[in-house]
């Protein structure tokens, strides 16, 4: 069982994705550790308290 209609769609999947996955290997910008980025994020929120909600807060 595949979620493509076709296994040509299903390829065509495949190739591109193998493509974007390539392009981002190749990329050669600096890259940014997820430790960083999380660090930055949790700057930028506790400098704006309550102009950001998570969706389903409350539950």
Known sequence: MSEFETEE?????ERWLAEKI???RQDARA???HEDSM??????LAA?????TRP???R
């Open 39 to 44: 660090a930055r994020m949790r700057a930028r």
């Open 31 to 33: 890259r940014v550790l």
């Open 48 to 52: 704006a308290p309550g102009t950001i």
């Open 9 to 13: 769609a299903a390829a065509a999947y």
């Open 22 to 24: 390539e392009a981002a």
């Open 56 to 58: 389903n807060a409350g």
